[in-house]
T-cell receptor, first 113, second 114 residues
Framework: ETGVTQTPRHLVMGMTNKKSLKCEQH?????MYWYKQSAKKPLELMFVYSLEERVENNSVPSRFSPECPNSSHLFLHLHTLQPEDSALYLCASSQVGGDSPLHFGNGTRLTVT | GENVEQHPSTLSVQEGDSAVIKCTYSDSASNYFPWYKQELGKGPQLIID?????GEKKDQRIAVTLNKTAKHFSLHITETQPEDSAVYFCAASRAKAAGNKLTFGGGTRVLVKP
């Protein structure tokens, strides 16, 4: 059982829809991350939150909007996505500071039609 | 930025044999190198990590070596078992106070044949 829980596990949405992905960590960590995993490509870092402040936005299009209301919860709000945005979206958490290991959730499989 | 290359992309081994996966990185300031295992339908799970002040680390059947001069690191799995079949990812980061921003390799699909 992972200490990082992502919901929903699967999501199908049209290009004009608005949806949100949710991540919750039960590990007492204070940094949270969104990664995108596409077929045939390495995992891509999208956003990093450290102590609830966004410290990294890795050139992600504005149709992806993250939110971190507290150190245990992370959201990814989606709107007007493109078919190429279909991928597995992974949330991770870690302690802030130095080389703390990342712990991943099982991801949300997103399909944009 | 950092760039991590991983080889091979697929690896098939007989049960009981050893498996070796190699990664190279580009940023000489990177100082943290984890390895993750990802099974079907699950997220990546950390299996071992090494920091730049150490050349080798072992945990039961798994070992990782780091060559800072050559900027490469390797994962060694001995006495492979069918449950070792998965996709393995290496990663590197220049760990900072505000988050640990990992750059991942492209992954190696390992198949252990019984």
């Amino acid at each position: 059982e992972t200490g990082v829980t992502q919901t929903p596990r699967h999501l199908v949405m049209g290009m004009t829809n608005k949806k949100s992905l949710k991540c919750e960590q039960h590990l007492g960590h204070n940094a949270m991350y969104w990664y995108k995993q596409s077929a045939k490509k390495p995992l891509e870092l999208m956003f990093v939150y450290s102590l609830e402040e966004r410290v990294e936005n890795n050139s992600v299009p504005s149709r992806f909007s993250p939110e971190c209301p507290n150190s245990s919860h992370l959201f990814l709000h989606l709107h007007t996505l493109q078919p190429e945005d279909s991928a597995l979206y992974l949330c991770a958490s870690s302690q802030v500071g130095g080389d703390s290991p990342l712990h991943f959730g099982n991801g949300t499989r997103l399909t944009v039609t | 930025g950092e760039n991590v290359e991983q080889h091979p992309s697929t690896l098939s081994v007989q049960e009981g044999d050893s498996a070796v996966i190699k990664c190279t990185y580009s940023d000489s300031a990177s100082n943290y190198f984890p390895w993750y295992k990802q099974e079907l339908g699950k997220g990546p799970q950390l299996i071992i990590d090494i920091r730049s002040n150490v050349g080798e680390k072992k945990d039961q059947r798994i070992a990782v070596t780091l060559n800072k001069t050559a900027k490469h690191f390797s994962l060694h799995i001995t006495e492979t078992q069918p449950e070792d079949s998965a996709v393995y990812f290496c990663a590197a980061s220049r760990a900072k106070a505000a988050g640990n921003k990992l750059t991942f390799g492209g992954g190696t699909r390992v198949l252990v044949k019984p």
